[in-house]
């Protein structure tokens, strides 16, 4: 196991300005938004190893070859390996021999919360406090506690005394917030990282920070504020090759976020703030075409759902063009693409059956057809549609293992024998009148049916 000067690759040797360098590299290399563990480990090390006291006793046990070593290193090891009872007694025999070790008090209260005995941690952090006052690490380890134990006042007040220690420490910020959030002070929360974007200059911490401010918006629905921090998280991103794609994938993923909650403006600004970062990222460009192409087409889908005298297969055929993948129940591209195959044979097989709800598709929606106009004018020609057939039927099987997934589990084995022969039924024609993806749901619940049963 690591020590806490190879953590910060660092010789016993480095001086107090060598560890604040170390540290703030080692923090480059690792953000905490994308390794929290290691991150933890080099904020660890930098709390003990910069303060005079702390590191002097951890040099005297560092030094030693003795039990005392021994068993330090032990409990830290067990510690790591989730094994906190037997870190526990370790520590605690330690602290009898030697009460005045801050050292082992500060192992102890940190397996003490690991092993979720918050209360006996409060007191040891608590006395870490009123043996050193001005040690910000011990004021933010007592503010963490505090906000563990669920005491949002207590926890704020700790956060701020720790931040007037140390403004540069970037988690200290992020736990202030966070208290405020638990105590759900939305523009408390916001201000306190608004303030320290004023103090932090790292770039890695202000992309974390922004990302916070979003995160809070999200939770607070309040989504006309996201766009300010977004915009600053795409100027950092542009000119800086460490964090394009990490802010890229964030931006893509929340843009989708917002597709499900129907905020397709809102989806839209974002994706193309990502496609200005990374214009040929494939995640990016399908995303930015799933929008754009709901926002188009989705009018006149609602009127084509809406339409009882065009089949409901021809109108599913048409859903794979305009809904995005978590309106047609999809997980990713993969399953999309199988079950767009499936539809496609299965309209392909009964082309007779849906032959009118094609024409009509045709006339009373031209832009909807259009979608899939190259698929549709094979079908209509004898020649090609017999090879269509051909093809679909021996391709089919490449799929199986995913549209399986879509039949119920006790029909897969018999799913997985037939598909390779499979030929579409002609459908059931329901006795009850269709509903449609936005009329209220037959069941009851008051909801839309795509919300409800149709989900």
């Known amino acids: 196991m690591k020590d806490y000067y190879e953590i910060l690759e660092l010789t016993a040797l480095a001086s107090n300005e060598d560890i604040k360098k170390a540290y703030f590299k080692s923090v480059r290399k690792y953000p905490p938004d994308r390794f929290e563990v290691e991150f933890m480990n080099i904020r660890k090390a930098y709390e003990i190893l910069s303060n005079e006291k702390t590191r002097k006793q951890y040099d005297s046990i560092n030094n030693l070859d003795s039990d005392v070593k021994e068993n330090y290193s032990l409990a830290r090891t067990y510690m790591e390996e989730e094994e906190l009872n037997k870190a526990i007694k370790i520590l605690q025999k330690m602290q009898k021999e030697d009460s005045k070790s801050l050292i082992v008090k500060v192992l102890l209260a940190e397996v003490y919360l690991k092993n979720s005995n918050s209360g006996k941690a409060l007191t040891v952090y608590e006395e870490l406090t009123l043996e050193e006052p001005e040690n910000s690490a011990f004021a933010g380890y007592l503010a963490n506690a505090y906000l563990n134990r669920g005491w949002h006042k207590k926890a704020i007040l700790a956060y701020n005394k720790a931040i007037e220690l140390d403004s540069d420490n970037i988690s200290l910020w992020l736990g202030l917030s966070e208290a405020y959030v638990e105590s759900n002070e939305y523009f408390n929360a916001r201000n306190v990282l608004e303030k320290a974007l004023e103090v932090v200059t790292d770039i890695k911490d202000n992309t974390t920070i922004y990302l916070e401010l979003i995160t809070i918006d999200m939770n607070f629905e309040m989504f006309s504020s996201i766009h300010k921090p977004i915009d600053k998280l795409a100027e950092l991103a542009i000119n800086n090759d460490e964090i394009k794609e990490n802010i890229t994938s964030t931006l893509s993923e929340l843009a989708s976020y917002l597709m499900q909650m129907e905020k397709m403006e809102d989806a839209k600004k974002i994706i193309e703030k990502a496609a200005k970062i990374l214009p040929e990222d494939e995640d990016v460009l399908r995303i930015k075409n799933e929008i754009e ?30 809904l995005p993948n978590n309106e047609l129940g999809m997980h ?44 549709f004018n094979k079908l209509t020609n004898n020649i090609e549609r017999k090879k269509m057939q051909v093809e679909y039927k021996k391709h089919l099987g490449n799929y199986k293992h995913i549209i399986n997934k879509f039949f119920d589990e006790d029909d897969n084995e018999e799913n997985e024998e037939s598909l390779k022969d499979y030929e579409p039924q002609e459908p059931i024609v329901r006795e009850e009148s269709k509903v449609g993806r936005n009329d209220l749901c037959p069941c009851g619940s008051g909801k839309k049916y795509k919300k409800c049963c149709g989900k």
């Open 293 to 322: 192409n709901y926002m188009i087409y989705i009018d006149d889908f609602h009127k084509l759902e809406a339409n009882k005298k065009i089949n409901h297969e021809v109108v599913s055929l048409i859903s794979f063009n305009v």
């Open 332 to 375: 990713d591209e993969e399953e999309k693409e199988a079950m767009n195959y499936f539809q496609e044979y299965t309209v392909l097989y009964n082309y007779d059956i849906y032959k009118s709800s094609i024409k009509k598709l045709e006339k009373d929606y031209p832009h909807l057809y259009a979608l899939k106009v190259e698929f």
